[in-house]
């Protein structure tokens, strides 16, 4: 198209090829990328973008905006595209031509924490459509707090093959479908190409059919037709459902060899192809130039919902104050202060009375109280709310259709739990904290790994952490969870003790704004280990709970239900005149970030380091030295009652003390 023409003559396919030209340029130069799915996806993008999204690029966190997830990560160039021709701050032309670039805000996939106007982040195919559910949940449950003046909005998915073939999207399709999410509208970039080739090699799945079986309104229309896209989200908006839009595309469109192939999925086109494709597209353009008028609507169409966002600003400010601090305060993420309070007021209770509980119990006590302190909280479980405990009398559960509730009965979907949570949480305005057993983490895992790499102030509460649960058995009793947990950059674990453990440890799990913490906690009771004292111990990760009578000999460093062995052995060893000293250890990979300085402290220079954890070893050594003493798992459990699995496997106070003695005298 010539510079010359007006903006209001742009056609639909000028900015769709927009899109087209800018992905394929940016794969181009990075040598790296999907150029396939923004070509072919770009008429649905380009309709939703233009017509329906309400969207401020220029303010694109307003709270009450509609949420776009490109759940398809690997499409990213279609998203910087969109972000960059609606104008939003930051996303330059440079950006775009840096793409996949150390440092760029365009990384390979899409960062919701480096790219403005980024939702969440998306790539592991499944995720996105996933945590999209959890936002669009969200959406309901804080409009019933705060209604239709400050809370009204719709997300949106783009959602490829792949994220439909993925288990976690069928968590995902029969929560939203049950729960009646009828703001959630999922736009499926059906093209049929993967990358070993046609779907028809590995699929027969009718989507929509699918989809509807899960309570879903599903619909399939020509995805490079506007009006066609624009009727069918026109209906998905009235609908009582969520939507489902199967767009038949073609990958790669307007290319001529390639389009159609799977070859157009995830190289750059080359010289030739992009050439070819260009002028089948009709664009006579330099890369990376967009002619004016172009540029002109698409900013147009990023302006589209300032009017929206300023009356929604309109709307707040009209907020009796403290309504309006309130609503601030949750969405930006402050956490109340009577957080403390709370907390303080609950460990002086136990220090009074004791509690010799589980700390899966012990979590339910704290939570009687934080959950009165932190309105925001959400509670959930994975269809073990009476075995996670996380369900306190003060909360009820939500329901299709009720959104009023704080409790979030999950069904038994780990994984679709866990992306869920995250959606409520980047959406913003609550907090979300979802429980299963320790052991499976392993089902939720991908979504625990996007939530510490996109920063995601998620809380898993995770019971049954040790053989310590006992018959259930080997599959049940995790072993070497924590350590891979702990591995994992950003994510934070902890392993209370007892019960005023457990309470600091919510404390810190709900301070934490920045990334995920999860809550390793016991089936069996405990006894109550923690004296009175002022101060949040666990903030370390790691303090000295029982020092030694005299100089120190030994270190045992024990986490959660085998401290309690660590001071019965410090008390055999006392008993034959040996001193040693506890150290509770309720977060290892907190306590190893301490300065060397706060770490040298609390490790102490006795000779003999000894750790207890019914765990395997991995990751201790970095406490105990690869001399030190381990006493935990280094095999699979075993299904019994729990007293006797620490005798079968030798965790027991009586092997701590006569390990550490025999070490002393040889
Ligand atoms: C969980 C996961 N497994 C594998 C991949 C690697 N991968 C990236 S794109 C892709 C194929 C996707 O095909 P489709 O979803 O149809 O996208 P399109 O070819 O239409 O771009 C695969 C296997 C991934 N990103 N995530």
Not at 3 to 10: E, Y
Not at 16 to 38: C, F, I, T, Y
Not at 568 to 574: E, G, P, S, V, Y
Not at 640 to 647: E, G, I, Q, R, S
Request: charged share 20%.
């Amino acid at each position: 198209m010539p510079d010359t023409v007006p903006a209001d003559r742009v056609t639909h396919s000028d900015l769709a090829n927009a899109v087209r030209v800018l992905a394929m340029d940016a794969v181009e130069q990075a040598k790296s990328g999907h150029p396939g799915l923004p070509m072919g996806a770009a008429d649905i993008a380009t309709v939703l973008f233009t017509k329906f999204l309400k969207y401020d690029a220029t303010d694109p966190t307003w709270p009450d905006r509609d949420r776009f997830v490109l759940s398809a990560g690997h499409g990213s160039m279609l998203l910087y595209a969109l972000l960059h021709l609606t104008g939003v701050k930051g996303m330059t032309i440079d950006e775009l031509k840096r793409f996949r670039q150390l440092d760029s805000k365009t990384p390979g996939h899409p960062e919701n924490f480096m790219t403005p106007g980024v939702e969440t982040t998306t790539g592991p195919l499944g995720q996105g459509i996933a945590t999209a559910v959890g936002m669009a949940l969200a959406e309901r449950m804080l409009n019933a707090q705060y209604g239709d003046n400050l809370v009204d909005h719709r997300t949106y998915v783009l959602a490829s093959d792949g994220d439909l073939m993925e288990g976690i999207s069928q968590e995902a399709i029969a929560l939203a479908g049950h729960l009646k999410l009828n703001r959630l509208i999922v736009l499926f970039d059906d093209n049929g190409i993967s990358i070993d080739g046609p779907l028809s090699i590995t699929d027969s799945v009718d989507q929509v059919k699918r989809f509807q079986a899960a309570g879903w309104q599903a619909v399939r229309v020509d995805g490079h037709d506007p009006k066609a896209i624009g009727r069918a989200i026109a209906r998905a908006q009235k609908s009582d459902k969520p939507t489902l839009i199967a767009c038949k595309t073609v990958i790669g469109f307007g290319a001529p060899k390639r389009a159609g192939t799977s070859k157009a999925h995830g190289e750059p086109l080359g010289a030739e192809e992009l050439t070819g494709a260009k002028a089948a597209l009709g664009w006579t353009h330099a890369p990376f130039e967009i002619p004016e008028a172009i540029k002109a609507a698409w900013a147009k169409a990023g302006k589209k919902g300032r009017r929206h966002s300023r009356a929604w600003k309109e709307r707040l400010k009209a907020l009796p104050a403290e309504n309006r601090a309130e609503f601030e305060r949750r969405i930006k993420g402050v956490r109340p202060k009577g957080l403390d309070e709370a907390v303080t007021g609950l460990k002086k209770r136990l220090f009074a009375e004791p509690q010799n509980v589980a700390t899966r119990k012990a979590s339910e006590i704290a939570l009687e109280v934080i959950t009165e302190a932190v309105p925001e909280l959400v509670l959930g479980s994975a269809d073990l709310t009476p075995s996670n405990n996380t369900k306190t009398k003060n909360l009820t559960a939500i329901s299709p259709g009720q959104y009023a509730g704080r409790y979030i009965h999950y069904g038994i979907r780990e994984h679709g739990m866990a992306a869920a949570m995250n959606g409520i949480a980047l959406h913003g305005g609550l907090i979300p904290a979802g429980a299963t057993f320790l052991v499976f983490a392993d089902y939720a895992r991908p979504a625990m790994r996007i939530a510490a790499l996109a920063g995601v102030p998620a809380v898993y509460v995770m019971t049954h952490d040790s053989i310590g649960l006992g018959e259930d058995g080997p599959t049940h009793q995790p072993v070497e969870q924590l350590a891979s947990l702990r591995s994992m950059p950003n994510m934070r674990v902890f392993r209370p003790a007892d019960a005023v453990e457990t309470a600091e440890c919510w404390q810190l799990a709900l301070e934490r704004t920045d990334g995920p913490t999860l809550l390793a906690l016991t089936r069996q009771n405990l006894p109550q280990v923690r004296k009175e004292a002022v101060g949040n111990f666990s903030a370390p990760g790691a303090y000295e709970l029982s020092p030694a009578e005299g100089k120190a000999q030994a270190t045992i460093f024990a986490s959660g239900s085998e401290v309690e062995i660590a001071l019965a052995a410090q008390k055999i060893l006392a008993e034959q005149g040996f001193p040693a000293r506890v150290v509770s250890v309720p977060s290892l990979e907190l306590f190893l970030a301490q300065p060397e300085k706060v770490r040298a402290k609390v490790i102490g220079d006795a000779k003999i380091k000894v750790a207890v954890e019914a765990a395997v070893r991995f990751g201790w050594d970095a406490v105990i030295g690869s001399d030190g003493i381990f006493v935990g798992m280094s095999s699979f459990g075993a299904s019994a009652p729990y007293k006797d699995l620490y005798k079968h496997f030798g965790i027991t106070a009586e092997a701590v003390a006569e390990k550490i003695l025999r070490t002393h005298n040889l």
